[in-house]
């Protein structure tokens, strides 16, 4: 639903928090499931959030905030797992979506070196 832009902007804050919790409760009791999904469905909700407000801010350069999901998504699992090449081809492989490489490597690339 992140993807298809079906989540309104009130619910995508909520989602995360539950999300997040969730993950974090998963995570710490060692059982099997992974870091892997939950980190990609966190980073697609804060892209969403991110394209929401530039919408709403400047609507001519942000007509569709659904794209900035999947370039969130990239960038958040850049900048957790530092490898901005894997999460490109990693998320323009699972989306299909090869005409967004510009805006996933402008992501990912400034995830990585965003702490620097």
Do not use: C, K, W
């Not at 060692?30 to 609507?59: D, Y």
Request: charged share 10%.
């Amino acid at each position: 639903m992140v993807l298809t832009n079906r989540i309104g902007i009130i619910a995508i804050p909520i989602l995360f928090l539950i999300r997040f919790t969730l993950t974090v409760a998963s995570y710490g009791t060692g059982s099997a499931g992974g870091i892997f999904s939950p980190l990609l469905v966190l980073g697609a909700l804060l892209g969403l959030g991110v394209g929401h407000v530039v919408h709403g801010l400047a609507p001519v350069l942000a007509p569709e905030p659904g794209v900035f999901a999947v370039v969130g998504m990239a960038a958040y699992f850049t900048a957790i797992v530092r490898a901005p090449l894997t999460g490109i081809l990693l998320i323009t492989e699972m989306t299909g979506s090869y005409e967004q490489m510009l805006p996933l490597r402008g992501g990912g690339v400034s995830a990585r070196f965003a702490d620097l």
